[in-house]
């Protein structure tokens, strides 16, 4: 262990007491506990691009519809997508080092386990969101990129960035002068790429009438949103609003998605803003996930969330392959659900396409859309993206049209390659996407809604000691420990008109959620809180705290 090593390694000792794990979302947790794993990330994120001759990885700070105080951090592949999942348990040793020598030699053990020449050139690119604990976490970062073993480390600091503008520019820098070229590598390179696939997709249908009302949860989708707005005027009106990103305590308080999901109602914020008929979306505090919403004739609020947004684009996308003729052996439009999807949208898409469904995780849906020449992924939170093949771009930029209307579906389908950003969910790309395909279907909020009636539903949290205790198989769907468990929720579900329930531990909190659905909104909330309570006694919950709401 070098002189220089130990320095910066003493600077960024981990705590006694506290165990980390890289999850779903990379590491998440009260921003003043990240400290630590921001120098081992810094090291990881350059060992990942000496392992990969130089490709540049990209790190994402951000703890997306978390509370203000919470922060995290997250690696980005070379092609924009998430961090090989091999690499996750690395990621989690480096993390959990007790010293500065023990770190040394498990960074040791971690070089010699996947043969990384330490010698090789390394490139990180790093950006964060509006977070007050950004900058000096990013301080620690870079301590790790400059503590790397074998040096050679060059970094790029982008700024403030969204996280799916970070994605972008990954693989945009990634694929530069290749075949694969994705787009010009600056975050003006994104906004440039998906303005003009928005203008050249909706001018054949004249615009957007009125204003998009858009809540930009008092963060970075804000600045994105402005810039989208300068390169969109006169084809769109947007118009943001909780765009306070400079006051401490408000980012995603009482806004953004996440608050729209799971209260189910307009952001008190939003209120004085939108009008019976008119439509609005919710971003989140990264803006990777989107909620849209509107007010019906007699002013009341009615949800589309993630599951809308598939049904809606899923099938655009389908008719836009039959009639540009292209045979579906040739093109196949796939869905990518989890169990969180509503099972009122499963049987919509069902009847349409193929569907199906995966733990949840935007790396399992990810995974399982690129199996498709076209494959649509949306989580019910609000998060997803559009995938299209090698061989599905290929086919459309090779393929002879024989009618006008073929030839004008053809050329539809290859501007949405460009306005969908592929390697990630990107809730401003959604939002614009969303807009083309309600301008072209001639559809409000309304006639969008009108598609399918979501089953009612309840999802709910349960505090546990341990979450590890409680394992699931088919997409988290049934449980298959604690023992005994699935049978009674099955027993429970019968009694139930279209009652459906499950329960899986959360990715990055000793929580277990609780999802039920059922014919009736009283019925699906009391299947819920029966299942919650049963969770809770199952895990040992103390009888004196049970919540009262617990059945």
């Keep these: 262990m070098s002189d220089s090593f130990a320095e910066l390694a003493n600077r960024h000792c981990k705590p006694p007491g506290i165990a980390y794990q890289y999850g779903t979302a990379g590491f998440r947790m009260k921003a003043d506990k990240l400290d630590p794993v921001m120098f081992t990330v810094g090291i990881v994120a350059a060992l990942r691009s000496k392992k990969l001759d130089g490709r540049i990885i990209g790190v994402m700070v951000t703890a997306s519809y978390n509370p203000e105080e919470d922060n995290g951090v997250k690696l980005v592949d070379p092609r924009g997508e998430m961090l090989e999942q091999s690499w996750e348990a690395y990621a989690t040793t480096l993390a959990n080092a007790s010293s500065p020598e023990d770190l040394s030699t498990r960074i040791e053990q971690m070089v010699s386990a996947l043969h990384i020449d330490a010698s090789k050139p390394a490139k990180v690119i790093y950006a964060r969101d509006t977070r007050p604990s950004g900058p000096e976490l990013v301080a620690s970062l870079v301590d790790g990129l400059n503590a790397t073993p074998g040096g050679s480390v060059s970094y790029t600091d982008e700024g403030v960035l969204t996280t799916p503008i970070l994605h972008y520019l990954v693989r945009s820098k990634n694929t530069q002068g290749t075949a694969e070229e994705y787009g010009v590598p600056t975050p003006e390179g994104y906004y440039e790429k998906l303005s003009a696939a928005f203008i050249k997709l909706i001018k054949p249908v004249g615009g957007i009438q009125g204003e998009l009302i858009v809540d930009c949860a008092n963060g970075v989708g804000f600045i994105a ?327």
């Design 225 to 551: 949103t402005e810039n989208f707005a300068k390169h969109l005027n006169g084809y769109i009106n947007l118009v943001p609003v909780n765009t306070s990103i400079d006051k401490l305590g408000v980012l995603n308080k009482g806004c953004g998605a996440d608050f729209v999901k799971t209260q189910q109602k307009i952001p008190p914020s939003m209120a004085s803003h939108l009008k019976p008929n008119q439509r609005a979306c919710s971003l989140d505090g990264d803006a990777d996930r989107l909620m849209y919403y509107y007010l019906d004739h007699d002013g009341v609020f009615r949800m589309l969330d993630g599951d809308k947004i598939a049904a809606l684009v899923a099938g655009f996308l389908g008719e836009l392959v039959q009639t540009a003729g292209i045979p579906k052996q040739s093109m196949e439009v796939g869905v990518v659900q989890t169990a969180y999807a509503n099972g009122a949208s499963t049987n919509y898409l069902s009847q349409r396409l193929p569907v199906q469904c995966v733990p949840t995780g935007v790396k399992h849906l990810h995974h399982a859309a690129e199996h498709y020449s076209i494959g649509v992924y949306f989580e019910a939170n609000g998060h997803g993206t559009i995938l299209f093949s090698s061989n599905a771009l290929k086919t459309l930029k090779t393929y002879e049209p024989n009618t006008a209307t073929q030839r004008t579906a053809v050329n539809t389908l290859l501007a949405l390659t460009d306005l969908i950003n592929q390697t990630v969910g990107d809730a401003l790309s959604d939002m614009l996407l969303v807009e083309v395909v309600l301008a072209h279907k001639g559809y409000k909020g309304a006639e969008w809604d009108s598609l399918y009636t979501d089953l009612p539903n309840r999802l709910v949290k349960v505090s546990v000691k341990d979450r590890n205790a409680f394992k699931t198989v088919d997409a988290e769907r049934r449980l298959v420990e604690p023992q005994g468990l699935q049978a009674r929720l099955d027993d429970l579900m019968k009694m139930y008109s279209g009652g459906r329930a499950f329960v899986r531990p959360s990715g990055t909190e000793d929580v277990v959620r609780v999802y039920a659905e059922a014919a009736h909104k009283a019925e699906a909330d009391e299947l819920a809180f029966k299942v919650a309570g049963m969770v809770y006694d199952q895990a040992g919950g103390d009888p004196m705290t049970r919540p009262s709401e617990f059945l």
